[in-house]
């Protein structure tokens, strides 16, 4: 007991306790009033306070053995020094441990030095520590798992944030680095570490090596890309001639073995003559067996081999993209009408500038006038010759038709048509015999009276040879003709109005085979067998050569705004030529099986026609912009049948309609067709 009472006493000397109020102080103490109660009840914020307000020391990190020659063991938030408190001794130790209950969980705080009691909470994050489990009380170290990617297929993507700006830029710090290792490597001050040999490949170094000599196991990789294995062709299997018993259609026959024979080994389509055996049995040696083994052995020795490579692409693609033929209508598609008649093959064609007459010359030795719409044929004209070339004059003041016959072109009225008379061709010629001086063998005849007069013959027009083609200039006063057989002066340019005639061409290199007037400009072209020639006629020059890439020239067309040509020939060739581009063909078509008898162009719609030996005309869209930038546009849109071949001879002449998108052929099956 008197040890219980000297701590007590030291205690209230230390101030370390208060004193215990009696039963006499707390009875002296009057109650509070409701106004005193509001002042003494708790503040409810008295232990928030932040982390700094918390720590009386403010000392700071530092150690505290610094304070320890000191009396205090620091500084309080007001300066003051804060005392070390006085420790006791093991007494006090004892006797605390004994009454006091909170002693084991009592610790003291080393910044102040006074004892701290802990809490149960700080008692069981101090528990969790030492067993090694999560500090923090509640928390589940096993929390179910949640399975974000699943086997089943999502609507949303589980992330869906844009990428970031850096992943698109390259790192320039990887990039400088990346050049010091290549610089380190090309210098040498820095080497590839070689990677660890095993022990087995370690004593395979120290064995010796053998090398198998028809093995490409040991090949290096960049020796089998140069060198790609190509397995050598196999032999034919043998067939029905190699058998012992062939079919008897497989046996020759003395003939067939002469022939054999004569001809070289190359050329046999087989290598020995079939021979029939009863059985196996009876089959003798073949004496060149060894001969032919050997023989495949060289090819397989000797002979290279290439891999061809062939090439993925499909036929539609090499096709070029065109439209569709409905698209460019209106163009001919059906036959309308059938001109019968004549009793020989049709060799030439004209319309009328206005559309409701036609023309047509023939083998038969007749010139026939037909009314279009009805088919009607509304005069014949004879002549002692079949009529080569007819040509209806372009304008409408002139009415009358030049008609090749022989060596003589004859200008023909059209009062057999109209009842009207032409007063040009009634005129006398200033000069009644030769014209142009009497240079020119050409001789011009006016006819006043007889059957020649009756049947519509105004002109006669002779020339030295015979005539194959007529063609009209646009104005009607002049007019071209083509004498293929002559080898001097095969060209005449005539002048109706005034009867004179003059030659462009005195020797030409090559023969002529037709002419064409410019539609617009004072140009001539002159067709050759392989040229066409274009002439300025003010000029009297040749401004341009065309190459046709043809055997044979047939015949030529201009287009009516005058910057492209046409031709067909009889090697079966169509050409397009863009005069403003270049001299060799823009386009090249041979969609026609035989020779290609005439081209044609339409005087208003973006067409053109060809007719052949085939017996058919194919019909062509032929679009030509004003723009120079675009190319013309070319598509074959219908092919006419209708004509029969006769003798190898199909469709010998074609002319569109002037107005109509119509199409006129003639044909050796003595017919005159028209097709819209």
Known sequence: MASIARKRQREILENKTEIPPTTEDVANVAEPSKGELSTLKKDEYEHDSSDEEDVKNTIGNVPLKWYDEYDHIGYDVQGEKITKPQKGDEIDEFLQKNDNPNYWRTVIDPHTGKPVVLTDEDIT??????EGRFTEPGVDPFPPSIDFFTYEKMIHPVTNHPDQKRSFIPSRL????????????KSGRMKMSEPEK??????????PTFYQLWSNEGESSATRRYRQFIPAPKNHL????????????????????QEWKAKEPSERRLPFIPKSHSSLREVCGYPRFVNDVFRRCLDLYLLPRQVKMRPNIRAEDLLPKLPQPRDLQPFPTTQAMVYEGHTGPVLCISVEPSGHRLVSGSADNSL??????????????????????????PNAAVSCIAAAVNNEV??????????????????????????????????????????????????????????????WHKKGDYFAVVMKEAESMPVFIH????????????????????????????????????????????????????????Q???????????????????????????????????????????????????????????????GTVIICHGMVYNDFALNPLIVPVKILRGHKVCDGIGVLDCEFHPKQPWIFSSGADCTVRLFY
């Open 495 to 550: 002048q109706l109005s005034k009867r004179k005639s003059q030659n462009p061409l005195k020797k030409p290199k090559d023969p002529v085979q037709t002419v064409m007037f410019h539609p617009t400009k004072p140009y001539f072209f002159v067709a050759t067998q392989r040229y066409v020639k274009q002439y300025d006629l003010m000029k009297q020059e040749l401004m341009k050569k065309l190459l046709t890439n043809c």
């Open 125 to 130: 994050l101090v528990k969790n520590f030492v």
């Open 174 to 185: 990887e990039m400088k680095k990346v050049g010091q290792f290549v610089d380190a490597l």
């Open 238 to 257: 043998p067939g029905h001639a190699e058998s012992y018993n062939p079919p008897p259609e497989y046996l020759f026959d003395e003939q067939e073995k």
């Open 368 to 393: 026939r006038f037909w009314d279009v719409a009805s088919g009607r044929c509304l005069g014949i004209v004879k002549f002692s010759h079949a009529v080569k070339d007819v040509a209806w004059n």
């Open 552 to 614: 044979w020239v047939s015949s030529v067309d201009i287009h009516p705004g005058g910057e492209n040509l046409i031709l067909g020939s009889y090697d079966k060739r169509f050409c397009w030529f863009d005069l403003a581009l270049s001299a060799k063909p823009y386009k090249m078509l041979k969609h026609h099986q035989k020779a290609i008898r005439q081209v044609c162009y339409h005087k208003t719609y973006p067409l053109f026609a060809s007719a052949s030996d085939d």
């Open 410 to 471: 004859l200008v023909v009225e059209t009062n057999l048509v109209y009842e009207t008379e032409n007063e040009m061709l009634h005129l006398e010629a200033e000069e009644d015999s030769e014209s142009s001086g009497n240079s020119l063998p050409v001789t011009w005849t006016l006819v006043k009276s007889g059957s020649e007069y009756e049947n519509g013959i105004r002109l006669k027009i002779t020339h030295p040879k015979v005539v194959h083609t007529v063609v």
């Open 198 to 207: 095993d022990s087995d490949e370690e004593l395979d170094e120290k064995l």
